[in-house]
């Protein structure tokens, strides 16, 4: 696993100042930082961090994904919750998509526990804060370990 694409869906951009309570206090460049670091500890080559409000964007870049990352980790944000046009993004290009959360979704609102793109995702990670990320990163690489 050389490339990973790290995805952030609606309002992630606001992280530090959106309810710190559920997800945290880490401003958003500060995540990304991190979520660089670890890449590079964790041996990828190029870690790429992108993010969106727009669900189109999120797809145009999903499918732009599948000519040269090899992985990706995606918090979707609300769109995990009834985008199936991310859905069928993830299905489509045949890549390894891990999704994650800050928060735990299913420990929060009803409809915030249902994931419909969970089926076309190698794992669900969710209410580890930041960690989750982190944790989607080794997901992919343990993911690559198995399939070789």
């Known amino acids: 696993m050389k490339n990973v694409l790290v995805i952030h869906g609606p309002n992630l951009n606001l992280l530090g100042e959106r309810e710190p309570g559920i997800y945290g206090n880490d401003d958003f460049d500060s995540i990304n930082n991190e979520i660089n670091c670890q890449a590079i500890k964790k041996g ?3 870690c790429e961090i992108f993010q969106s409000n727009h669900e189109g964007a999120i797809i145009d870049k999903l499918h732009e994904a599948r000519k040269s990352f090899d992985g990706i980790v995606l918090n979707a944000g609300a769109y995990t919750h009834y985008s199936y046009a991310i859905r069928d993004a993830i299905a489509a290009i045949k890549i390894p998509v891990v ?50």
């Open 99 to 148: 999704e994650v959360h800050l928060s735990d979704i299913h420990a929060r609102e009803d409809f915030r526990a249902v994931s419909v793109i969970k089926d076309v995702c190698i794992a669900q990670i969710s209410g580890y804060g930041k960690e989750s990320y982190f944790m989607g990163l080794d997901a992919l690489i343990e993911y690559e370990e198995r399939k070789n």
């Open 44 to 46: 990828f080559i190029k």
